[in-house]
């Protein structure tokens, strides 16, 4: 298999976009405007770390740009105005808190190839590291973005694109191989100006490359099944995604005058319902104020009975009773699975028990809704 990061990382997102680009190779033709943007940073980075003695000022990297400014893939003058200063903004907080002059680079949009065997399969993954620094200690491998939000330190800790980056790395510098921690792998949230690093030892570094492993497996084995997130609404392939299907299909079972009439009967509705649901609350407020002044629990009138319901919720601590209620051979019994918590732990869950945990579920039921958010791309 001939892959990269990116293209891994979009079956991890979804299996049915990563068919539609890595395999049956269709192109769109066109980038949105926050992968253009993101490209314009990264070529003006780029830009401020190249040089042959005297690197440029803060002056010619926003001249530069400023130069390189795409307008054309905005679909208003807002945010094309709210962008143009986010990059401005990035590029002299860049300055304000880094010295060019201070980083001893060995390599800028460093392209590498690593091959990986695998159940006697060589798999290439080719990509471009942004940048690698000298350090004191030894070697820093760092990565722009420019994403909107700030993650958590765990997901740069589980981070496969640092992952691979490190692997291409050894095999430039095969004598570091013994020695990985040695090599600071980093993410530069270029819009927060903030980076969060990583180091990896050779244990890690050997248990982690089975998270690669797991997805050469799952991609062979994958049905390519959609799977809908905040992301589709930047995905290139709506037009023929299942999922999308609705929203461009030419001939439907109702007009458009029947669908959006029943669209606005259905959202006025939930407004009418959300706010008799603050009306309901406020008047059993009311109600259990009048309650506690007359000091009863129940109201009558209308020949109805309005009576307090008391609900308690109570926790333990869970060591202390855990070791009450094994002596007694009880504790299995009264053990139930967290979902909130359990979602918490698979996010740092190495890959390899990550799926085995997520072939231990089993649908206990099943029901349908319906959820309301803005169209972003209409």
Known sequence: MKTSYSALNSFQTCPLRYKFSAIDKIRTGKKSAEAVFGSMIHSTMQFIHTGSFILPTQKEALNHFSQKWNSDVFDNEFRERAAFAQGIKIIQNYYKNNNPSDFQIVDIESR??????????????SGIIDRIDKTDDGYEIIDYKTANKLPSQAHVEDNLQLLIYLLAFLK????LAKTPEKIKLSLYFLKHDTKLSTVKNLDQLTQEKEKIFDLFDAIKNSDFE???SPLCDWCDFQEICPMWKHKFKKELTATDEEKNSI?????????EAKNIRKEISALQKNLLEIMEGEKVDRLFGNGKIVAKTHRQ???????KLKEILKKKKLWDQVVKVNQLQLNKVLQVLPS??????EKLKELKSESYGLSIRQDKVS
């Open 112 to 125: 590498f190839s690593v091959d990986l065997k695998h159940n006697n399969e060589i798999h290439l993954i």
């Open 172 to 175: 430039r510098y095969p004598q």
């Open 226 to 228: 959609p799977q809908t």
């Open 263 to 271: 669209i606005r009967q259905y959202l006025e509705l939930q407004t």
């Open 313 to 319: 919720t109570f926790k333990y601590n869970e060591e």
């Open 352 to 357: 390899k028990e990550k799926q085995a945990v």
